[in-house]
């Protein structure tokens, strides 16, 4: 009996219809000035809707993003940093039937999600309540809006770009199914102006979380019987990369409640078991055992790398004779997880 576990990590719209039945369209309040060293945020900068009317069953769909080229300034001589800029959910609006639609927590948004170059960011990994209406009339109208802020981070970075200089962020946002059909997408772009910057500029933090490729997908597949009987382990050597100026910890936790099969079938991720290992190089961090969960739980705590670079080794594992995995039908179930960095 051969089954698989895989780890999706995670390191933070042009209407169209699905079944002839949801529509997504997206706009955006965009423009944002930093008149401080401390940045700013924009708490209606981009909102999301998902309608429309009938009976309809949509789980596990997903929000992605993807930067469409470097922020740069109207003048063309400067270039932000991606990374200094983020989205936070603040708000789930609308109608459904027979229940309200679900909440940020119950949809299980990300509460902060950076701004990346060369990949997709996730603004919903993969949401934990579908999209769903079942009304008492043929017609019934759904409708489910997201609101998102962007924040501009705060650093002594600011001060190197000339007052009033403007940069433009491209972003084109996708919305897929269950199936990872597209539902949607659009583009907008976002301007951040620099004003005249007030104030010092404040003691630099710089934390940095890499999660390597070899640990991107991670997997644990039963082969045998003894990896029931045993329990089954996966190790990613060197599948975290740390860079701090200061003391810093590491959170890891589960987007869903559940891996997921493509046919629906499900195992609670508190079934598995992950830590990062000591090296020689890491040997002054203190490390933790947790059992997956959607609430953040810390798995490593380090005190400044002094500008190196610092890897730790990832390890999932099970405990022997579960009967969760014994009992489970051969499929390939999956799950995202998210690791943050902050400073302790």
Not at 63 to 89: C, E, H, M, W
Not at 278 to 299: E, H, K
Not at 316 to 331: G, H, L, Q, V
Request: charged share 10%; net charge neutral.
């Amino acid at each position: 009996m051969n089954k698989r576990f895989c780890f999706f990590v995670m390191i933070f719209f042009l209407t169209t219809q699905l079944q002839a039945q949801i529509s997504f369209s997206s706009w955006t309040n965009s423009y944002l000035q930093i008149n401080s060293y401390q940045g700013n945020t924009n708490p209606d900068a981009y909102t999301v809707t998902f309608a429309g009317n009938g009976n309809f069953n949509i789980p596990n769909w997903r929000l992605t993003a993807r930067l469409k080229s470097s922020i740069t300034a109207n003048s063309g001589s400067y270039v932000f940093p991606a990374d200094k800029i983020s989205f936070q959910p603040v708000s789930s609006t609308g109608q459904a039937y027979p229940n309200p639609v679900p909440t940020i927590s119950q949809i299980g948004i990300p509460l902060n999600t950076i701004v990346t170059e060369g990949s997709d960011f996730l603004l919903i990994p993969k949401s934990n309540a579908p999209l769903y209406n079942q009304p008492s009339e043929n017609n019934g109208y759904y409708n489910l809006q997201l609101k998102f802020s962007i924040m501009v981070a705060g650093g002594a970075y600011l001060g190197k770009y000339p007052a009033w200089i403007t940069f433009t962020a491209p972003i084109e946002f996708t919305a897929y199914d269950q199936n990872n059909m597209i539902i949607g997408k659009m583009d907008h772009q976002f301007q951040f102006q620099i004003g005249a910057l007030t104030g010092a500029p404040p003691a630099s933090t710089e934390l940095s979380l890499q999660v390597n490729s070899n640990a991107t997908n991670g997997l644990l597949e039963f082969n045998s019987m003894q990896d029931y009987k045993d329990g089954k382990s996966v190790i990613y050597p060197n599948a975290l990369t740390v860079k701090a100026n200061t003391n810093f910890q590491i959170t890891v936790r589960a987007i869903q409640n559940n891996f997921i099969s493509a046919s629906g079938k499900t195992i609670p991720v508190g079934n598995v078991q992950m830590n990062v290992l000591p090296t020689a190089q890491n040997a002054g961090s203190s490390f933790s055992t947790v059992f997956l969960n959607t609430t953040s739980q810390t798995i490593a705590k380090g005190s400044s790398t002094q500008g190196a670079n610092l890897d730790y080794t990832i390890k999932y594992f099970t405990k022997p004779n579960d009967e969760y995995f014994i009992n489970a039908k051969s499929d390939e179930y999956s799950a995202t997880l998210q690791y943050e960095i902050t400073p302790q």
